[in-house]
């Protein structure tokens, strides 16, 4: 069974700062996806970013990158200039591909506090 | 914006009653999951439907869960009967494909077990 670890409950960092969450997970498939996805206090959560395995490049959305290592199972999340709407739960989250079930396995989660 | 609708947002209910909770995906989204995060806990899934069939139901204590999906639109998973380890956020997702399209997902419902 696949396994997803964010060893940091909880980060913290001043506005504007850059901040790195961990993640590795365990798997035995080649092709996979895996997911970071943020859960603000009370709303829904909502998807940050995504990269497939088969890709070498890490995927980029405006202040949020990845640091995909697929040998050694690591799957970092990087927010730049860290806003107050940053402040939330990360979940890191990994699927299957290829058609069959795909639903997510998650992590326990790092809640990211953001200092003014 | 379409979003994936929840109901009820919260729920209190007594040991060894039933519960059911209700969810109405994006429209023309095929695949529903549901999903149970516990407090301080990432989500697990619990059933994963296409359409009206179920693709896993893996994890979905079987016992005294249930799902179904009908019509491949709206869906509903019960509990019967509730135990205190049940307490829990019931979050339902719906993407558009199976293949990894992103999974928006609903605000949840709050369960509390007494």
């Known amino acids: 069974a696949q396994t997803v670890t964010q060893s940091q409950p909880e980060m913290s960092v001043q506005e504007a700062e850059t901040v790195t969450l961990s993640c590795t997970y365990d798997t035995s498939e080649s092709d996979y996806y895996l997911f970071w996805y943020k859960q603000p206090p009370s709303r829904q959560m909502i998807l940050v970013i995504r990269q497939e395995a088969y890709k070498q490049q890490n995927a980029t959305e405006n202040r949020f990158s990845v640091n995909f290592q697929k040998a050694a199972k690591s799957f970092s999340l990087k927010i730049s200039d860290s806003q107050l709407g940053d402040a939330a739960m990360y979940f890191c989250a990994y699927s299957l591909g290829g058609g069959g079930a795909d639903g997510l396995t998650f992590g326990k989660g790092t809640h990211l506090i953001i200092q003014p | 914006e379409a979003e994936v609708a929840q109901s009820p947002r919260y729920k209190i209910t007594e040991k060894s009653q039933a519960v059911a909770f209700w969810c109405d995906p994006i429209?023309?989204?095929?695949?529903l999951y549901w999903y149970r995060q516990i407090l301080g806990q990432g989500p697990e899934l619990l059933v994963q439907f296409q359409d009206e069939s179920v693709v896993d139901d893996s994890q979905l204590p079987k016992d005294r869960f249930s799902a179904e999906r009908l019509k491949g639109v709206d869906s509903t998973l019960k509990i019967q009967p509730a135990e205190l380890g049940d307490s829990a956020m019931y979050l339902c997702?719906?993407?558009?494909?199976?293949?990894?399209?992103?999974?928006?997902f609903g605000q949840g419902t709050r369960l509390t077990v007494v």
């Open positions: 997702a719906s993407s558009l494909e199976r293949l990894n399209t992103e999974a928006f």
């Open positions: 429209s023309g989204h095929a695949t």
